[in-house]
């Protein structure tokens, strides 16, 4: 199996599951943040993250992507899932994690200038802010590929966002938009 058949066959339900479970008041939020942090262990044992916290130098021959939670996020297992098969596929995967304020997202652009934008909405009522964060970074790289997740990404509002809806799909669809920002 895959790495990202496994994230999207497995592990992706099983956290549906636990949310579901959450809702449903069959667990706490320490019970679910307690599985969350399980499975990132076992993320981290499967396929170690590769970045260093050093940025390579522009014009590196590998693209580098950047991940990131919008504003608000608190989830991101499945950014942290996807930093992993793009860092698999080529990628050098610059992972900013949850809950990334707009403005300090800019400037990480600014100072990684990545090749590729991923950003991850989990939770419905944060389309807006996905939507803004959009946005935004269109307004100051127009020509940055952006791939969207979760939940929120499913607005027709996403602008030229590609969405990610199947892990399995993440390599394909960020190949295609890193060959049509290349010049």
């Known amino acids: 199996m895959s790495l990202a058949a496994l994230y999207q066959e497995v592990i992706t339900p099983a956290m549906y599951e636990l949310g579901r479970l959450w809702e ?4 706490t939020v320490a019970d ?8 990132n262990r076992v993320l981290g044992a499967l396929n170690p993250p ?3 916290g050093q940025a390579s130098e522009k014009g590196s021959p590998k693209p580098r992507a950047m991940l990131a939670a919008v504003q608000g996020e608190q ?3 499945g950014l942290r899932m996807a930093a992993d098969l793009l860092e698999d596929a080529g990628c ?3 992972y900013l994690g949850a809950d990334v304020p707009v403005e300090a997202l800019m400037q990480a652009i600014g100072s990684f200038s990545p090749d590729l934008l991923g950003l991850s909405a989990t939770m419905p009522e944060l389309g807006g802010m996905l939507e803004g964060t959009i946005a ?6 127009p020509e940055l590929g952006v791939l969207v997740g979760g939940q929120a990404s499913a607005s027709p509002r996403m602008g030229e966002a590609m969405p990610v809806a199947d892990l399995r799909l993440l390599e394909g669809r960020a190949k295609r938009l890193l060959a049509s920002r290349r010049v």
């Open 24 to 27: 449903r008041g069959a667990i």
């Open 32 to 39: 679910e943040h307690m599985a969350t942090a399980l499975t």
């Open 50 to 52: 590769a970045f260093t």
């Open 75 to 77: 989830h991101a297992l």
């Open 92 to 94: 050098e995967a610059i």
């Open 136 to 141: 935004g970074v269109r307004s100051e790289y």
